[in-house]
């Protein structure tokens, strides 16, 4: 997986350089904040390097951050990455099963089913505040 630490600057540097651009893309250049489009094969190799945050490991990260996010559901998925049904069928039965393990592992302190435990066992006040 790539470094969240990494990508969070990654997307400070892009928000404060380019605080109103319309790209939907997570790599954008000086040239590509004015459009829609990627930046390009050249910069986005240039720019990733001999780093562990590969613009494949970055791709597949962001897909399957999306399907534990929203549910596991392809439709959604198909639409906001532009996928293929087989794809996003094959990243949403991924989520689920990291949730069904996550589930497995720990279902009483899972946020998913359950609410959160005091460390004191102590339940404090329930209903919304």
Known sequence: MT????????????????????NPHLL??????V?????GKL????????LT????RLRVDRQLEEALTHGADPLH??????????????YADSARQLLQADLEADPVCSP?????TPENGIPGPSGSR
Do not use: C, M, Y
């Not at 470094?3 to 319309?22: E, I, Q």
């Not at 998913?112 to 959160?116: F, I, N, P």
């Open 28 to 33: 954008i250049t000086q040239k590509t904040a």
């Open 35 to 39: 459009e829609l489009g990627p930046a």
């Open 43 to 50: 910069w986005t190799t240039r720019a990733t390097r001999n």
């Open 112 to 116: 998913r089913t359950h609410g959160s």
């Open 77 to 90: 998925l198909a639409l906001v990455f532009g996928i293929d049904e087989k794809t996003a069928i094959r």
């Open 53 to 56: 945050a590969t613009l494949e």
């Open 3 to 22: 470094s969240p630490a990494a990508v969070l600057d990654w997307l400070d540097h892009r928000r404060n350089r380019w605080p109103n651009t319309a």
